[in-house]
């Protein structure tokens, strides 16, 4: 058995290396879909460039699609990623808007994972009984609630009847402090700005609870699953033997375990969480990838971005890639019987 | 997972009086049993007879603007004096036979990729190079959110209906793989099947008759959930202004909501943007509540708790210890949850 | 006469599966004295094991339900407890060993944090510092645990250090001193390399060491009564027969009360001092071991001990007892043993028997020392 930390180190660099190839595939695969329109390439990835560019451009429109293929990996990786039909260069863009949609992901998680499954705990614990049933009930409005009608249901209602915010990061157009980070909430607690970074969580608030509520589903259900599986065994019984209250019981114990296979779904929730940010943080107008999304694929009638589309698909993969492999690496940890070597 | 026979026809009787006995004593899974059929069978008299249910054809004017919710117009009208609950029941058809097609398809589509997938897996074949590939595929589509794909496969191809069908089905077909993979990777591993290859009975018979009935529960259970999945995205799709146009011939319930909510008139005309959302909710409620119960009642193990506590016969006086599946972390190698304890 | 520390009183527990019932356990009367130990033997479905887990109400209910009866636990019915008080009782109160040693341990944490959370139970109730169960007729509170009585008759010969009354001294204790004591349990189930173990998880022991870390579990929360449910069942006979040794030896030092469930007669010749035989959920025969085994009064104990295999029986012939366990939804009415009987009689197929007093064979032994549940108990020496 290897549980030793170095073997640790070796578990995860294992992972990253098994993840180049698929993020090669991912690539591959992206740039395959988006020239499935051969005709309208030039026009989307150099919009008011000159003649000379076009013509450059089209030349290398008909190279071989290998030859295509390789000018445009290669310029993907120096980070050399176009510019939308405005002329908006789409790598500074997406670099800020990343952190912004990091921060809205996590406070969706941060809400998912503290109330989503002490819910599933909930719905095992009197599975079958009333208890279960409302919880099945919420979950499941919030899985058959459409991302939109959720979001904007909770801009135009809930966050007028509660006074919470529903627009931007801040009340302001631009914070008095300098932007380090990108995280709304971060940001102005690097500043040392009380009342700024009160005005960010409420403004928060709102987009992440929507988020939560649209995939709570899935880490609920997943809870509920594995603690009707591990709720039966015999170690739970020994743990109620000890004298251990049933709160301990549950939570220690049990929990603890049927946790194990509740982080494999942590790449299936990232992707719902990302997919929603499109819609959400649009509804919300959060400065985020979701939002640029919206608008690079032309969403609500903008003009398309082939390039910011493009990118866009990237990092989303990108990201659920990563997801994956931080899944892959806390079953890794939570679960004694993984050898790390 | 015991090892069960083929079934006889007196045995099947059985055990669909066994899954009504079940759905019954389930109350939400009725519930999205009883919804889903009414939605179907709503869809169909739509499909087959639209007068019978809808007064007003899609764009047509009823001359009256912008009014609220009364009988001659249940879900009132819109600013063009279009009728919202005809064109939100027109809707329905289109809506549903995306979802049930496209999971449909996939589940085809990744189903019998999977069972590829599965079978050959001995290293150094032919078979496992093809099955090998068929996984670092699947890894990389599983990579995309599949809304995000289908948004830019839809974009590149062109805006319409077919055209995002198509988008989404070929992100959606992954998860199948995966699915029914995994379930002939586990089964193949069962001590019958090494008992029958032991025994010499050619293995991919076994595991043919096997693996269909064996896979009958968590596809039906997931192929459900999925329906809804799908509407949904779809819907999305809709609502970013990428698949459907409207107001136009054939209503969708996703591109309707952006059309009225794009108005920005939501707090003056709530019910314009109400009753689509409210039928995207219904109708993906209905099978999520379905399938979610689905997998309580397949299961085999909830089954039989169920079973025994709503049939009225004798109770086994023992219940036996039931075997582990071999395959270390197989969900069905549990006790039943109401497992009375050990009865001495 | 000392007070019993569990006084069961004709409990019966039945459970409630769709429209019928079965009746696991009826009308069981049974006493535990502090420093005995009970053994109750019977076949597989004869409601030994409901038995033991309803003493700390770990049964579920429903669909199990305690019907009638009484289970005084030192002084409390632990019947007219409220299920969310039973943790107080559990653990330093009564004790319990599961059959199964492969899956009673909790996977994810090591065998250190799963002892020290009963050490630790113990030591926050010791201390005062948990809420104690208050309730029945006398209280029930553990920061006044008495050092001498039935309270702590486990704790004699435990720990060699004395680390039991500095426990009660030192309020705070750090992580080394937790460790200490959780070797000093694991040396005492005679584990050779404690040092190690105690770093390990479950999956990384054989059968036969988890089922020892059990007990170790089990003993360093000083349980008032210590039940045990077929402790050996589970594991290979080698392994079996040195889990045994151990609870042997532990039995001697620790001087327990202890009640021990098992299928196989052997064990509780070695371990008991008194056996009650279960049958089809009643106690049929209750007595010493040895006054039991040596003259049974009831017929199903004589043919349960012919029986049994025995290595030196010169004919090795294996002998069964014709017939079947009756199903309990639809127990045989009068004495449940009557459809296997040989000597039994019109009246056995009317009324139950009592469990009445039998004439001891050892005339050192109390009028009511010897019990059995059968009309003819002079007819049993009688039989095959």
């Known amino acids: 058995m290897g549980r030793s930390p170095s073997d640790l180190i070796i578990f995860v660099l294992k992972r990253l290396v098994q993840l180049i190839p698929v993020l090669f595939g991912v690539i591959v695969l992206t740039f395959f879909f988006t020239h499935l329109d051969a005709g309208n390439i030039c026009n989307a990835w150099y919009p008011h460039a000159g003649a000379a560019t076009i013509k450059n451009c089209e030349a290398t429109a008909n190279q071989p699609i290998l030859t295509q293929f390789y000018q445009y990996f290669i310029n993907l990786l120096q980070g050399n990623w176009g510019a939308s039909v405005t002329g908006v260069l789409v790598y500074p863009y997406i670099a800020a808007a990343v952190p912004a949609t990091l921060e809205l992901v996590l406070a969706a998680l941060f809400i998912m994972i503290f109330i989503g499954i002490p819910l599933g705990v909930i719905a095992a614990q009197y599975s079958g009984r009333l208890g279960d049933h409302l919880v099945r009930i919420f979950y499941l409005s919030g899985w058959a609630t459409p991302t939109y009608l959720g979001a904007v249901i909770a801009a135009v209602f809930v966050g007028p009847y509660l006074g919470l915010p529903n627009h931007g990061e801040y009340s302001t157009l631009a914070p008095p402090f300098h932007q380090y980070t990108h995280m709304s909430v971060l940001d102005a607690l690097i500043a040392g700005n009380l009342p700024y970074t009160i005005d960010a969580i409420s403004h928060l608030i709102l987009p992440a609870a929507v988020l939560a509520f649209i995939n709570m589903g899935i880490a609920t259900r997943m809870t509920r699953a594995s603690m009707l599986e591990v709720l039966p065994l015999d170690y739970v019984r020994s743990a109620r033997m000890k004298g251990l209250t049933e709160f301990w019981v549950m939570y220690k114990h049990a929990l603890r375990n049927a946790l194990i296979t509740t982080t494999t779904v942590l790449g299936v929730t990232a992707g719902g969480l990302l997919a929603g940010t499109v819609v959400v943080e649009e509804v919300f107008d959060w400065p985020g990838i979701g939002q640029y999304a919206y608008t690079a694929i032309g969403g609500g009638g903008s003009t398309p971005n082939y390039a910011g589309a493009v990118a866009v698909v990237i990092i989303f993969a990108v990201a659920v890639v990563v997801a994956n492999l931080i899944a892959d690496i806390l079953y890794g940890v939570l679960d004694p019987r993984v050898d790390w070597r | ?344 | 006469m000392t007070e019993p520390v569990l006084r069961i009183q004709n409990l019966s527990i039945s459970y409630t599966v769709g429209a019928g019932t079965f009746q696991a356990v009826s009308d069981v009367t049974l006493d535990i004295y502090p420093g005995r130990v009970v053994g109750i033997v019977g076949e597989t479905g004869c409601g030994k094991s409901t038995l033991a887990q309803a003493i700390p109400r770990l049964m579920p209910e429903p669909p199990g339900s305690i019907g009638a009866g009484r289970i005084m636990f030192r002084g409390t019915d632990l019947v007219k407890v409220p299920k969310s008080k039973m943790p107080m009782v559990r653990g330093t109160g009564i004790g319990m060993i599961f059959q199964e040693p492969l899956n009673s341990l909790n996977p994810a944490y090591r065998v250190f944090d799963q002892i020290v959370e009963s050490i630790q139970i113990r030591h926050f109730r010791d201390l005062g510092l948990v809420k104690s169960f208050q309730g029945g007729d006398k209280p029930f509170d553990y920061s006044k645990r008495p050092t001498t009585s039935v309270g702590s008759a486990l704790t004699k010969g435990i720990v060699p250090d004395g680390a039991a009354e500095q426990a009660v001294k030192e309020r705070i204790r750090t992580k080394s001193d937790y460790r200490k004591e959780v070797l000093d349990y694991l040396r005492l189930v005679r584990i050779n390399d404690p040092e190690t173990i105690i770093d390990l998880y479950p999956h990384e022991l054989s059968g036969g060491m988890r089922q020892r870390i059990m007990i170790a579990m089990a003993l360093s929360e000083k349980p008032s009564l210590l039940i045990a449910d077929e402790p050996t069942s589970a594991l290979d006979v080698t392994i079996q027969a040195q889990v045994l040794t151990l609870m042997k030896d532990l039995i001697d030092e620790v001087d327990a009360s202890i009640l021990f469930i098992s299928h196989d007669l052997g064990v509780i010749a070695e371990t008991a001092d008194e056996i009650g035989v279960m049958y089809a959920g009643r106690i049929i025969e209750y007595g010493p071991v040895d006054e039991v085994f040596r003259s049974p009064r009831h017929p199903y104990t004589k043919m349960l001990l012919a029986a049994a295999p025995r290595i030196y029986k010169a004919d090795g012939s294996l002998r069964s007892i014709p017939g079947n366990v009756p199903n309990l939804s639809r127990p045989p009415p009068g004495c449940r043993f009557h459809p296997r009987c040989p000597i039994a009689k019109p009246i056995c197929k009317v009324d139950p028997p009592p469990l009445a007093p039998v004439p001891p064979s050892d005339p050192a032994l109390a009028p009511d020392a010897h019990k059995s549940a059968c009309y003819f108990p002079e007819e049993v020496p009688g039989l095959p």
């Open chain 2, 1 to 344: 997972m015991a090892a069960t026979p083929p079934r006889a026809p007196a045995q099947f009787r059985e055990s669909l009086g066994t899954f009504w006995r079940v759905l019954r004593a389930n109350p939400l899974s009725f519930l999205g049993f009883l919804m889903v059929a009414i939605i179907c069978l709503t869809a169909l008299i739509i499909l087959v007879a639209p007068h019978l249910l809808v007064p007003y054809g899609p764009q047509v004017n009823t001359g009256s603007y912008s009014r609220g919710p009364s009988w001659k117009h249940l879900f009132g009208t819109d600013g063009n004096g279009f009728d919202i609950y005809s064109n939100v029941m027109l809707a329905l058809p289109l809506d549903l036979g995306i979802g049930v097609g496209i999971a449909g398809a996939a589940l085809l589509a990744g189903g019998g990729l999977g069972l590829i997938a599965g079978f050959y897996d001995r290293p150094g074949t032919f078979g496992a190079a093809v099955s090998l590939t068929i996984m670092r595929l699947t890894d990389i589509f599983l990579s995309f959110p599949s809304l995000i794909l289908a948004l830019a496969i839809t974009r590149a191809l062109g805006i319409g209906v077919w055209e995002t069908v198509f988008a989404i089905g070929l992100t959606w077909w992954p998860f199948y793989v995966r699915l029914v993979r995994g379930e002939v990777l586990a089964i193949k591993h069962l001590p019958y099947v090494t008992a029958a290859r032991a025994a010499g009975v050619r293995e991919n018979r076994i595991l043919l008759r096997h693996v269909v009935r064996n896979l009958l529960e968590p596809i039906i259970v997931y192929f459900t959930l999925d329906i809804g999945t799908v509407l949904v995205t779809y819907s999305t799709i809709g609502f970013i202004g990428v698949a459907s146009k409207y107001p136009g011939p054939q209503p969708e319930w996703g591109a309707m909501l952006a059309y009225y909510q794009g108005g920005g008139l939501i707090n003056t005309y709530p019910w314009e943007v109400f009753a689509p959302g409210l039928a995207i909710f219904i109708t993906v409620l209905a099978f999520s509540l379905l399938g979610d119960g689905l997998r309580d009642i397949l299961d085999p193990r909830t089954r039989r708790a169920f079973v025994r506590s709503t049939a009225s016969h004798d109770p086994p006086p023992e219940t036996p210890a039931l075997p582990s599946a071999g395959g270390g972390a197989a969900p069905g190698a549990v006790a039943a949850p109401f497992d009375p304890g050990g009865l001495g």
